[in-house]
């Protein structure tokens, strides 16, 4: 697990409570599960949307490299807003059912759901499922560390 993950659970677990689940969607979609004890207890990797876009328009030859946003509507009449269409509205249905599916495992009928990264404001708005969203989310986790770290030293000393 990556050192930004911790943070982001760190973070949402001080900020927000527990149980939480972040979903960071970066490079890759990640979603970490922390339980209401503060202590992280599952997490899941997907490719995160770029990469997914990346692939279509590098892959496919008759495909444009394009810009990722929600188009007025998923039922598509070019091959830009298909590509769109399929992008965004996917990502919220793996959204939707990646956290459906956590809390079903989970017995859970409530998790608090944070969102970050890069493109998660593409998202967020767009979905009951996601509760929050801090794109500072990572900052705000190195400074609770910092911060802890400096009470444990001067209680150290």
Known sequence: MGADRIVDAVAAYEIYGGPVIV???GTATTYDVVNENG???AAI???GIQISADALWSKAA???NIEIQKPK???ARNTITSMQAGLVYGYIGQVEYIVKEIKKELKMDYIKVVATGGLANIIFGETK???DYDLLLTMR???IIHA???DQIKKDK
């Open 129 to 131: 499922y996601i509760d």
């Open 39 to 41: 202590e992280f207890i």
């Open 23 to 25: 979903i960071d969607f």
């Open 73 to 75: 509507s998923i039922l």
């Open 45 to 47: 990797t997907s490719p």
């Open 148 to 150: 802890k770290n400096i």
């Open 62 to 64: 008759q495909l444009p």
């Open 141 to 143: 986790g190195l400074k």
